[in-house]
Structure formats: C-alpha cells, structure tokens
C-alpha cells in the first residue's frame, strides 16, 4: 500500500498554516497572530490570603485577608526559522532576540508600570516578572519561552 503525504520537508523546516483569524491573546508589541511565536497556554492563578485556626475546643477558624496578588502565565513555542514553503529552506529568524528585547523594553524594573494584556474582551493590567525560554530540540529549530506577570486584586 503507497504511503500519502501532506508534505514532506527537512527536519526543523517550519510551514504555517493560516486561518487568517486574530490571537485570542493580545499583548502590545508582542506577535502571537500564529507567526514565529506561538501561544499554546494561558493561566491565571487566583488566590486568597488566608489562615485557619483551630482552637482548644476543636473549632476552626478562617480569617481571610483579601486577595493576593494575581499570577499569569503565557507559554508557547518560538521558532528559529522564517517559513519558505517553496523552498522548504527558511531563513534564520531573529525570535529568542525579539523575546529578549520584549521583556527587558516591558519588565517591571524597566517600565515601571503595568501592560495590558487582553485574553478575548477581557483586559488586565500587570506587571512582567519573568522570561524563560528552553531549548526543546535544537534539531528541529525550536524553543518552548514562558513570561511570567503579576496583577494587583481589582478592588471597586
């Protein structure tokens, strides 16, 4: 039985797909619309600042003291190599450079203020903490990043 192939291409050889649709997650000055950089998650850790206490009768006591400052975390994938479907030889792509000069342009020692990072309609203000990026396969010319923020409780 003959085998069929979608495409066939040279380890590390990057080839996009286009649904011409927006990211769900937008971040000013930062590409995630499918490109050379790709959102594959998004968390949000909510927490409450609390303490139990039992007393000497055996009851429990809660004393909760507000919320505690809000951690979001964007991770996904950078890859090494501009797409060139006709070849299948991309070029080198600047994506760990442009990771790097986002985050120390964005930090919160930098910048001093909070950016806006939109997931759908909903908008938030935080502050950049973190960039990690790990090299997966150097083979196949691509980088898991993560950057890491911190949001201050809404109050109204």
Do not use: H, R
């Amino acid at each position: 039985m003959a085998s069929t192939y979608l495409y066939t291409a040279q380890a590390g050889t990057l080839i996009k797909f286009s649904n011409g649709g927006k990211s769900f997650i937008t971040i000013p000055g930062l590409d995630l619309a499918g490109g050379k950089l790709v959102a594959t998650a998004f968390k949000v850790d909510y927490a409450q600042d609390i303490e139990f206490q039992k007393a000497l009768s055996g009851d429990m006591y809660g004393y909760t003291f507000g919320d505690n400052v809000t951690k979001i975390e964007l991770s996904g994938l950078a890859f090494f190599m501009n797409c060139d479907p006709a070849t299948g030889d991309g070029s080198p792509a600047d994506t760990i450079s442009n990771l790097n000069k986002f985050y120390k342009a964005n930090s919160a020692s930098s910048l001093k203020k909070p950016i806006t990072i939109s997931i759908g309609t909903w908008p938030t203000q935080a502050y950049l903490a973190a960039l990690s990026i790990n090299i997966e396969s150097s083979e196949f010319n691509y980088a898991a990043f993560s950057l890491s923020f911190f949001a201050f409780p809404v109050t109204t």
